[in-house]
């Protein structure tokens, strides 16, 4: 083997080019001319062009799902905004609607209580203001409770009346509360005297159906007593002041075979749509008292025993 042969050199067949730092000198040198070149004369916008209209329909199709990521998630919150401002608007159609309804409201009892301070420049008697606050528990009577007691100088037996007439009677006198029966119930009774006639009758709450109705007991069949006849309160009783408005006369039926003339009335008073009312000192208690008798008086002075 020749000596020559052992020197660390490759052969001339396996020689390399130049060298790696050349190279990369040489590129570099290029890519600055070509973005001087590019920057002075745009010599690579053709180039530019036809790549970006080449490339335009890939990138086109790569973006899609992006876009339907974006469409979608931009439909789902959008319709989510949409479902929070469609309950935001029904929450303050609702309050309007409320609202409104409570203007309506209190101009109705505003209405009611006018009438019913007009009312009460018509009675002559003292009065105390009350609210109903709700009915009784007994379904088989008609009763209802106001926020009036016996702190409120409510006396037993006084008369209740509303814008339109007469409601009832107080029955029980509680401190704080009173229970009032209505006319209508079964066990409530009222003398009343016909406007237009001056016949006096006694007037029953119907005692076979809850009808909210009157009914005239023991009047005579010939009794002159016509349909749409105002009563009012006669009183007799000295309970009730007399002419207060109590009922009309809704129907009359005459039968042959009795003496007497069923006759049902239609209450004046709001009897299940009350909710302000006045309570009255019952008459009884504002009557003198009645003087005494002259002959036992002139006996007693002359010492002689009755």
Same mark, same amino acid.
């Given at each position: 083997m020749p000596l020559g042969t052992l020197n660390g050199s490759p052969p001339p067949f396996f020689r390399q080019g130049p060298s790696a730092l050349s190279k990369l000198i040489v590129f570099s040198a290029l890519a600055v001319l070509l973005m001087? +070149?590019?920057? =002075?004369? =745009?010599? %690579?916008?053709?180039?530019?062009?036809?790549? &970006?209209s080449v490339l335009y329909p890939l990138q086109w199709l790569m973006l899609r799902p992006v876009v339907w990521v974006?469409?979608? &998630?931009?439909?789902?919150?959008?319709? &989510?905004? &949409?479902?929070? /401002?469609q309950a935001a608007a029904q929450y303050q159609l609702g309050l309007q609607s409320q609202r409104a309804l409570q203007v309506e409201q209190l101009g109705f009892e505003n209405a009611r209580l006018r009438d019913l301070l007009?009312?009460? $420049?018509?009675?002559?008697?003292?009065? #105390?203001?009350?609210?109903?606050?709700?009915?009784? +528990?007994?379904?088989f009577t008609r009763k209802v409770v106001i926020d /009036?007691?016996?702190l409120a100088a409510v006396l037993p037996g006084a008369p209740v009346l509303d $814008?339109?007439?007469? #409601?009832?009677?107080?029955?029980?006198?509680y401190p704080l509360v009173s $229970?009032?029966?209505l006319l209508t119930d079964r066990n409530q009774a009222i003398p009343v005297l016909n406007v237009r006639t001056g016949v006096r009758g006694l007037a029953f709450g119907e005692s076979s159906a809850r009808t909210g109705r009157l009914e005239l007991r023991f009047m005579d069949a010939n %009794?002159?007593? #016509?349909?749409?006849? #105002?009563?009012?309160t006669s009183g007799v009783d000295g309970v009730y002041p007399p002419g207060l408005p109590?009922? =009309?006369?809704? /129907?009359? $039926? =005459?039968?042959?075979?009795? +003496?007497f003339a069923r006759i049902e009335c239609q209450p004046l008073a709001k009897m299940n749509g009350s909710l302000h009312v006045l309570v009255l000192h019952p008459a009884f208690d504002q009557a003198t008292a009645r003087p005494e008798n002259p002959m036992k008086t002139s006996k007693t002075a002359k010492g002689i025993k009755p």
């Open positions: 001087v +070149a590019d920057v =002075r004369f =745009r010599v %690579t916008q053709p180039l530019r062009g036809v790549v &970006s974006q469409n979608t &998630s931009q439909h789902f919150q959008s319709l &989510s905004d &949409s479902q929070v /401002k007009g009312l009460r $420049e018509r009675v002559n008697v003292p009065a #105390l203001a009350a609210q109903v606050l709700y009915d009784a +528990a007994d379904p /009036k007691g016996s $814008e339109t007439g007469i #409601l009832g009677q107080v029955t029980r006198v $229970e009032v029966t %009794t002159d007593m #016509l349909v749409g006849d #105002l009563l009012t109590v009922a =009309r006369v809704l /129907k009359i $039926e =005459r039968q042959v075979d009795s +003496a």
